[in-house]
């Protein structure tokens, strides 16, 4: 079994995986000993474990799985992945991104690919002849309803809704459509132009609020909110196979 343990922003996601099935999947604000414990103990066949982070907390995760699994890889901008990477900066890219990357050109097939991922911030993303080339990154759906409360006198901290209207007609309605569809015109703009640019182009969403946006925008795309996690465990068997020279 492999554990995959995933730093964001706000959350530490992590994952045990079975060869191809997820087993179990856990969030927390905090991984404290305890937290790591009770996983390896309900898990005790877990030999392998990858940590990536692009928030604070790497090392002292790998620290408590340190010695308690087989092979352990802490995820950095040298781990060596299935995908050439053209980004400009290697080091500065989220590792979030390059193994959302990695799954999609694995699960999808080898084609030309958008990957949308919408967490605590917007990432859009693309791959092209089998290159990873980049992208942008822009506020996430909270990012803005938080950004709208905290930077006003008086507007309301609202929720996401799966309601869906053209226009609010009250300033909760107006602030939630006008949040939501604004990140959709965004998706849609995004989606058009690489289309032009790149043909067959593969449109994949991602991330914890891609469920939002799914219905919203009408194209034919494929929504996986566990391509991380994917992305994370192919890139582990793949570093595994090379230490073991399999």
């Known amino acids: 079994m492999n554990l995959i343990v995933d730093i964001g922003n706000t959350l530490i996601k992590t994952a045990v995986i079975d060869g191809d099935r997820i087993m179990d ?12 414990d009770r996983l390896l103990s309900d898990y005790p066949s877990i030999d392998k474990a990858i940590v990536a982070s692009t928030g604070p907390g790497g090392e002292r995760v790998c620290g408590m799985l340190d010695g308690r699994v087989g092979y352990l890889l802490h995820f950095s901008p040298d781990t060596a992945v299935p995908l050439e990477n053209g980004y400009g900066s290697p080091q500065t890219l ?16 080898r084609r030309n690919m958008l990957i949308v991922d919408y967490g605590t911030a917007i990432t859009f993303d693309v791959i092209a002849d089998g290159v990873f080339l980049g992208g942008n990154i822009s506020l996430g759906l909270g990012s803005r309803l938080r950004a709208l409360h905290e930077y006003t006198a008086k507007l309301p901290l609202c929720e996401p809704t799966d309601e869906v209207r053209l226009f609010g007609t009250t300033t909760e309605s107006a602030i939630e459509q006008g949040a939501m569809s604004g990140i959709v015109y965004e998706t849609e703009g995004y989606i058009a132009a690489l289309s032009e640019k790149y043909e067959d182009l593969c449109i994949i969403f991602t991330g914890g609020d891609a469920k939002y946006f799914v219905k919203r925008i009408k194209n034919t795309i494929f929504a996986n909110c566990d391509l991380t996690v994917c992305g994370l465990n192919i890139i582990l068997e793949y570093n595994a196979a090379k230490i073991s020279g399999k």
């Open 25 to 36: 999947q856990r969030r927390t604000a905090n991984a404290t000993d305890y937290f790591i």
């Open 94 to 109: 989220g590792a979030d991104r390059l193994a959302s990357a990695v799954g999609a050109y694995a699960l999808y097939g």
